[in-house]
């Protein structure tokens, strides 16, 4: 079969991979270095590592990211720095992800946590009204 005859077939292919989402672009082969580095934070965050997690989220944050997966990743440092019992950058955190989207809420299992709860409430209070 000749190479021009081959390409429809190919192109078929290809499209039935990108509609049923084989290619799509949360998958690994097509992942950023900082997107990669993103996954494993969370990873090691949710395996109890949280000294590596931090260091691994903090990796992906240099290496770029979207905005989206700042917010995220700046979310999940602030989790780790929480039950690592450092609020202060825990706050710091939270602010960071504020700043990127001011609008963010934690999920509801995550804003009824009784460490980092508290603490996302108080930051996105001030954020809202600088006055407290």
């Known amino acids: 079969m000749r190479l021009t005859q081959s390409l429809p077939i190919i192109a078929a292919l290809f499209l039935t991979a990108c ?3 084989s ?3 949360g998958s690994t082969l097509f992942q ?3 997107e990669k580095s993103l996954s494993s934070g ?3 965050y949710d395996d109890g590592k949280y000294g590596e997690a931090v260091s691994t989220l903090q ?3 240099g290496q770029g990211l979207g905005a ?3 917010v995220k990743a700046h979310k999940y440092l602030a989790f780790a720095y929480c039950v690592s019992s450092k609020e202060r ?3 710091d955190e939270f602010k960071k992800a504020l700043e990127l989207k001011p609008t963010l809420e934690l999920e509801p299992s995550e ?3 009784p460490i980092w709860g508290p603490v996302f409430k108080s930051v996105k209070a001030k954020k809202t009204d600088p006055k407290k």
């Open 68 to 70: 989206d997966s700042q």
């Open 111 to 113: 804003a009824g946590h």
């Open 23 to 25: 290619l799509n672009s």
């Open 19 to 21: 509609a049923s989402g």
């Open 32 to 34: 950023s270095k900082g």
């Open 89 to 91: 950058l825990c706050r």
């Open 59 to 61: 990796d992906a944050l």
């Open 42 to 44: 969370i990873e090691l």
